[in-house]
């Protein structure tokens, strides 16, 4: 069949075409129809598969992450409970509002205790914190860098919390003063806040 047969094709009696003609457009319908199947059904099914895919690994991420938590959960529950143990136990650390004065002494007897010489001892105003407060002391003593030593590690040896801040030393001014230097910082110790609604009142801690 060449392509003036072609044109001799009656598309009235296909019937009477040449198996070869029958063929090519039995064909033809055949990929039309699979095409159109394809474009209104079968493209529609492969864009939900795609997306059920895509639901699946996240669904299996989910399920693998919630699986490892689910197996360090032992682990979990015995780090929150070491942490509340530390959390109290700094709790603990920091004094009650009876206990406040108690401590200044302490700091006050562990500087006199390492040889210095107080110019200035003055416990600032309370600023209040989340469940704390924090008392700030303005200290200037006199003494050497030993004794500043001394004290310093005397403070941070006391059972309760107290830091040290702005260290400043110099030279005495005063040439008569039987002390060579002059240190000048803040002290803060910090005290519990018992709260009504919060955190349980403690008992005085020594």
């Given at each position: ?11 009235n009696n296909i019937g009477s075409w040449p198996m070869a003609a029958r063929l090519v457009l039995i064909g033809i319908i055949f990929v039309a129809v699979l095409g159109l ?26 399920f693998e992450h919630k699986a490892a938590k689910a197996a360090n959960l032992k682990a979990y529950e015995k780090q929150l409970a070491e942490m509340r143990r530390s959390f ?119």
């Amino acid at each position: 069949m060449n392509l003036s047969d072609l044109n001799e094709l009656d598309f009235n009696n296909i019937g009477s075409w040449p198996m070869a003609a029958r063929l090519v457009l039995i064909g033809i319908i055949f990929v039309a129809v699979l095409g159109l199947g394809y474009w209104f059904d079968t493209q529609s099914q492969l864009d939900d598969l795609k997306r059920a895919q895509t639901k699946e690994r996240e669904l299996k991420g989910v399920f693998e992450h919630k699986a490892a938590k689910a197996a360090n959960l032992k682990a979990y529950e015995k780090q929150l409970a070491e942490m509340r143990r530390s959390f109290g136990a700094m709790l603990r650390q920091l004094p009650n509002k009876t206990e406040v004065a108690d401590l200044l002494v302490d700091v006050s007897q562990t500087g006199l205790a390492s040889g210095l010489e107080f110019e200035l001892f003055k416990p600032q105003k309370e600023i209040p914190k989340d469940f704390y407060a924090e008392l700030p002391i303005s200290i200037r003593v006199h003494g050497d860098y030993h004794e500043f030593g001394a004290f310093v590690s005397g403070v941070a040896a006391l059972p309760r919390i107290v830091t040290i801040h702005d260290i400043k030393i110099s030279p005495v001014k005063d040439k008569n003063s039987k002390y060579p230097l002059v240190m000048n910082l803040t002290a803060k110790t910090y005290r519990y806040l018992e709260h009504n609604g919060g955190h349980k009142k403690r008992g005085k801690h020594k």
